[in-house]
């Protein structure tokens, strides 16, 4: 099966500092690549570096195309939603206005309010607080709403940072159930980063584990998940 | 009584025009945190190039709509071409450049206009309308002109998928570029759009103050008092704010002092207003970051 | 932490650099005193008058840039105290008749009065609110000064009109050379004054206010004494400046203290770069300067640009930000910076 995202000698600097120092990471169409590692590791960089928002190099490919030189918008506009670490939703906007905002790059009128719908079906508690103001939903509704306007962008691949973060076990265990179903239905690939390495290895196919900026170790989730030292070096279980 | 209506009305006249500034400078301040000095020498040219309009024969309300179009296009081209560049610089930096900009359009419109004092026409019919004796047609014209332009902004803003953008671009950039919005672009539009409403400000005082070069500087500075004064993070706050001035002026004016120093009274109170209630009368506090 | 480290590696590098610069720094100053001394003899009369000028901005600018490039207050209204200053010794000189000389101080004294009462409202209001606080003095002042309840005082809109003072002594120098050595030791004081202030621990408190309000309290900074403080002698600096002013030019009068005379000073301020003591100077040579320069580009550029020299001047001050975005100081700092890195490699390599 042929790669939907492609990434090869990944790097990524804040100022001076350096913090990617050359990954190659692939997520397979359809598939699930999770990306673990402690805390400081550059997860998070290397989401920002797929999209534009840091300083990078390397190389990296979208459904073959490159995205070297591209905006963070334009690489949107490819298909690639973003959901980064701390939500960013636009706390004084109402729900319904996130969600608009998450379809914005797209032009087809009618399948937009279609997905509108299908999206509130699978979040039915945004459904019911669609005119409030996002920032004074509980946080675990903030998470579900940042991944439903994710998900308004009709995306091809769904880069998630730590969806886990801050939310309580309920939460956790239903988010990552509707993350399944979105992959297993709707066919979206995704990249996800993860502190909580048992919840997103039972998802995923794939799996990295990167330590200061540099691949540890990378093979099928399975196998990462049956690795004794990596466990106990890298994921803490 | 009647004589105290009387200036009441005819304050809620220039208090339109600041309203209209005064919103024009909030929609800059809420996309970038600067205030642009320039606003008022922007407006100013823009009624020039009005008058331009309709001394070379064009109908009044073409021309309007005309200089509005050409005023959104000026906006758009400062920002791309001569803010853009100042992106990251010091706040005090791109003060310095809107200083310069206030002095290249004062420069160039008494190049090519003339600092001697013109006169603009208005509108509007010479008799008041609906026997209304409190306000000349003008006036009264002046203020729906403004609260029409008023209700088209806020419709923009609250139900075109435009406005929308340009509000998601304010409030959180980075989150904006991850659904796909053109920021660069939206502060741009955001210029645009401040000029055009500065150009109806200084369409609707030209005629009540006269044409000339200097003509902006006391109504920029009451702009920025009313914006200040009814908050400037909420666009609607700072309108009503520029009304309150409009009117705190005209009756300062008529029954405090004579016109001679009224700008100065009338500041007093607005820095008094500003002492006891920092963040304007309808601002939200903005918490220190600590 | 590469960063850390290396930032730790440079530092012996750095310290010998700072001994050697502060040789320079001492060498560079005895050599600008110097040429500032000889400088009347080589110039015409109309350029003594006009380095009178300099120096006298470059005063002004100082007690803005304490302000606010040291202590974050923005003002946009600095020529109301030079107003006040310039007013002052007028009044005194023309209507008490005291002597010219007696009136620096005390013109320096009631500019410090009227800005620390100022700053006690500027106290409440943070930046984008004083800049309108300030902005509303500086358009305010030409009115208050025609002000008919005053103009007994003031001369109106005529202003007042003062003979400029003989040298004394017999010393044989004409009046605009004497004024300008009188400029120039009201500048040297005022600069020594200024820079021992800044490298103190007033300084330092002044910078801790600006750059962290929250722990400079938590410090312990009197931060409401510290702020109006700065506002009164931020002002004293720029009253002095408006005295001299008022002899160099031999006239007060309302219209030359407007709107535009605020705007100059704090173009200057960022021009020669925001907290910095030298940098006032390229700020002073700068809006003294450019704007005649922007003069004579105008009349090169013929007939039909004989309105434009301001829009000139416009065109030269965004291109130089565009250039310079932390000024003149700024743009030096970063060429010692680079020569610096230059050397200390040469060195180690």
């Not at chain 2, 600041?18 to 407006?43: D, R």
């Not at chain 2, 309108?239 to 009117?247: D, H, R, S, T």
């Not at chain 3, 109106?156 to 050379?177: C, E, I, M």
């Not at chain 3, 008022?246 to 219209?255: E, F, L, R, S, Y």
Request: net charge positive; aromatic share 10%.
């Amino acid at each position: 099966m042929a790669p939907i995202l492609e990434a090869r000698g990944l790097t990524a600097a804040y100022g001076p500092i350096q913090v990617l120092h050359g990954l190659d990471i692939r997520v397979e169409d359809g598939g699930v690549t999770a990306l673990l590692g402690a805390n400081g590791a550059g997860k998070t960089t290397v989401l920002r570096a797929l999209c534009a928002m840091v300083r990078r190099g390397g190389a990296a490919s979208f459904r073959g195309r490159s995205l070297n030189g591209q905006a963070t918008e334009d690489i949107v506009r490819l298909g690639i939603a973003h959901v980064p670490d701390g939500r960013g939703t636009f706390a004084a906007l109402t729900v319904n206005e996130n969600l608009r905002l998450g379809a914005y790059a797209r032009r087809d009128r009618a399948a937009v309010k279609a997905d509108s719908a299908r999206v509130c079906g699978y979040f039915p508690r945004l459904a019911e607080r669609r005119q409030q103001q996002a920032g004074t939903l509980s946080g675990g509704e903030q998470q579900m709403l940042a991944i439903a306007r994710a998900l308004m962008l009709r995306p091809k691949l769904l880069l998630l940072d730590e969806p886990s973060f801050g939310l309580a076990p309920l939460a956790v265990a239903d988010i990552f159930g509707i993350l399944r179903k979105i992959n297993r239905d709707d066919g979206v690939s995704m990249l996800i980063v993860e502190q909580n390495a048992n919840l997103a290895l039972d998802l995923a196919d794939h799996a990295c584990v990167i330590e200061t900026g540099r691949m540890a170790m990378s093979g099928p989730a399975a196998v990462v998940r049956d690795n004794e030292a990596v466990r106990r070096a890298y994921l803490s279980y | 009584m009647v004589a105290f209506l009387h200036q009441v009305f005819s304050g809620l006249a220039m208090g339109a025009v600041y309203a209209s500034l005064a919103l024009a400078l909030v929609v800059i301040y809420q996309a970038t945190h600067h205030v642009n000095f320039a606003q008022g020498e922007m407006a100013m040219f823009s009624t020039y190039i009005a008058w331009d309009l309709i001394d070379r024969g064009v109908p009044y309300w073409e021309a309007f709509l005309l200089t509005i179009a050409i005023s959104f296009l000026i906006g758009m081209v400062i920002e791309r071409v001569v803010i853009r560049p100042f992106e990251r610089a010091p706040a005090l930096t791109v003060v310095i450049v809107f200083i310069g900009l206030l002095v290249i359009f004062n420069s160039l419109a008494g190049w090519r206009y003339s600092y001697t004092i013109k006169s603009f026409e208005s509108p509007f019919p010479d008799e008041p309308w609906f026997g209304n004796s409190f306000m000349s047609s003008h006036e009264s014209g002046t203020v729906v002109v403004t609260l029409a332009m008023l209700a088209l902004v806020y419709i923009f803003f609250r139900f075109t998928k435009l406005g929308l953008a340009m509000r998601a671009a304010a409030l959180n950039p980075t989150s904006s570029r991850l659904v796909g919005i053109r920021v660069g672009w939206m502060l741009a539009i955001g210029w645009g759009l401040a000029a055009a409403i500065g150009a109806i400000a200084g369409m609707m005082a030209a005629p009540i103050v006269y044409l000339d070069p200097n003509m902006m500087g006391g109504i920029l500075l009451f702009s920025l008092a009313g914006a200040l004064l009814g908050g400037i993070d909420n666009p609607w706050g700072a309108v009503l704010g520029g009304f309150i001035v409009g009117v705190l002026e005209n009756v300062a004016g008529a029954y405090l002092v004579g016109t001679e120093i009224k700008l100065s009274v009338a500041l007093i109170i607005i820095v008094g207003v500003l002492v006891a209630k920092p963040s304007g009368l309808f601002g939200r506090r903005i918490a220190a970051r600590v | 932490m590469a960063g850390a480290s290396q930032r730790l590696t440079a530092r012996p590098a750095g310290v010998q650099a700072g001994a050697s610069v502060r040789m320079w720094h001492r060498l560079g100053i005895a050599a600008a005193l110097a040429g500032a001394a000889v400088l009347p003899f080589a110039v015409s009369g109309y350029r003594v008058y006009q380095f009178s000028q300099v120096l006298i901005y470059a005063m002004a600018l100082l007690g803005l840039n304490l302000l606010t490039g040291y202590n974050g207050q923005i003002s946009l209204g600095h020529g109301a105290f030079f107003a006040i200053g310039g007013y002052t010794t007028a009044i005194l000189v023309v209507k008490l008749g005291v002597p010219y000389w007696a009136t620096i101080p005390v013109a320096g004294i009631v500019c410090f009065v009227a800005g620390f009462l100022f700053g006690f409202p500027a106290l409440r209001l943070g930046g984008i609110y004083l800049a309108l606080a300030t902005f509303a003095l500086a358009l305010a002042t030409p009115q208050l000064l025609k002000f008919k309840a005053v103009d007994e005082w003031t001369g109106g809109v005529q202003g007042l009109l003062l003979s400029k003072p003989k040298a004394p002594f017999g010393l044989p120098l004409t009046r605009d050379q004497w004024l300008y050595f009188v400029c120039l030791a009201c500048t040297a004081l005022l600069f020594w004054a200024a820079a021992n202030l800044v490298r103190g621990r007033i300084g330092r408190a002044m910078v801790a206010i600006r750059e962290h309000p929250v722990a400079a309290e938590a410090m312990g900074i009197d931060i409401a004494f510290y702020k109006t403080m700065t506002f009164g002698v931020s002002a004293l600096y720029t009253g002095i400046a408006g005295a001299l002013s008022g002899m160099v030019a031999g006239v007060v009068a309302p219209d030359s203290f407007g709107f535009f005379l605020s705007l100059s000073f704090l173009v200057g301020i960022v021009v020669g770069g925001l907290a910095s003591i030298w940098g006032v100077i390229a700020g002073a040579l700068f809006i003294e300067l450019v704007p005649i320069y922007a003069d004579q580009i105008a009349d090169l550029l013929g007939e039909s640009a004989k309105a434009l020299p301001w829009a000139i001047y416009g065109v030269l001050l965004i291109g130089l930000m565009y250039m310079m975005p932390t000024g003149a100081a700024g743009a030096v700092r970063a060429v010692v910076r680079r020569l610096g890195r230059l050397t200390a490699g040469s060195k180690s390599g």
